[in-house]
């Protein structure tokens, strides 16, 4: 009797055992089935957002504005290439001239004064003229820059302006950072009356993001004066309501978005009506 207890009792522990195993192996199984959702990569997700729109605008924390090279080209790269007209090559060989000349003057007024504002802006004027370098070439317009030095034009108005802001700037620090803002509102007032005279997509493209810099420019010098000069700016070649319009709006950035159109943040400022 003895021995069939203990034999009973071995049989039912053992009988136990197995169904315990064979209940965490089923267990396992299942959750080894059981479907993993892994979280998305971050890094690859902000890289495909910012290819997907790029932004054409890098505007510093002082208001410096720079076009970014890559995203202007992925942004002329589906607009087709047609014949200008001679106003628009005109325009093209004036804006590629004019912006070297805000560049050069603020290269050279840094040298004199040290002032930051003039070197900051100074490089985001060089990815200006660069931009329209951009259309010149698309378009195959022989460069009127080529290898030509800082304060050399081939245009002579441009040559007798260079000397003329210079000559100003040179005064003191508060003349320049004036000179600094009469040359922004001189490009405003130019790339106005040249995007009037154009229909074509990529040089509105660049005009108007040229436009955005030299409004966020204008800003930075006007603040600038009267952090530095303790007075109030007053406009020398636009008129007071649309230069106000400028000085009261926030600073403009912008990409390109995935219709290529452009994408516009910021406000903006009102036209100008010409020089003087």
């Known amino acids: 009797m003895k021995g069939q207890r203990v034999w009973r009792n071995w049989w039912m522990v053992s009988t136990l055992v197995v169904l315990v195993l064979s209940g965490c192996a089923s267990g396992s199984a299942a959750a080894v089935s059981e479907p993993v959702t892994l979280a998305p990569d971050t890094a690859t997700v ?59 003057v603020y290269l050279t007024l840094y040298d004199l004064w040290g002032q930051p504002v003039f070197q900051n802006i100074a490089r985001s004027e060089a990815t200006h003229t660069d931009a329209v370098l951009t259309l010149l070439e698309r378009y195959g317009i022989a460069d009127p820059v080529g290898d030509n030095a800082t304060g050399v034009f081939t245009d002579p108005e441009l040559q007798a302006l260079y000397d003329d802001l210079v000559a100003q700037g040179s005064e003191s620090l508060i003349a320049a950072l004036k000179v600094g803002a009469a040359v922004e509102e001189i490009d405003i007032l130019d ?13 509105l493209t660049v005009y108007e993001n040229l436009t955005k810099g030299s409004r966020n420019h204008l800003r930075a010098f006007v603040r600038t004066i009267e952090q530095r000069g303790g007075e109030t700016y007053v406009p020398q070649y636009m008129n007071q309501e649309d230069f106000a319009a400028i000085i009261a709006g926030g600073v403009e950035s912008g990409g390109v ?10 406000n903006r400022g009102g036209r100008g009506n010409g020089r003087g």
């Not at 790339?191 to 040089?203: G, N, P, R, V």
């Not at 290529?260 to 943040?265: E, F, S």
């Open 257 to 266: 978005g995935n219709n290529g159109a452009i994408r516009d943040r910021g």
């Open 191 to 203: 790339l106005e009356e040249l995007s009037a005279q154009t229909d074509k997509t990529d040089i």
């Open 46 to 104: 902000a890289s495909e957002s910012v290819a997907v729109t790029p932004e054409l605008l890098t505007v510093s924390a002082e208001g410096a504005t720079s076009i970014e090279t890559v995203a202007l080209e992925a942004a002329l790269a589906a607009v087709p290439v047609t014949e200008l007209s001679d106003a628009e090559i005109a325009g093209l060989l004036l804006m590629r001239e004019e912006e070297k000349l805000a560049h050069d």
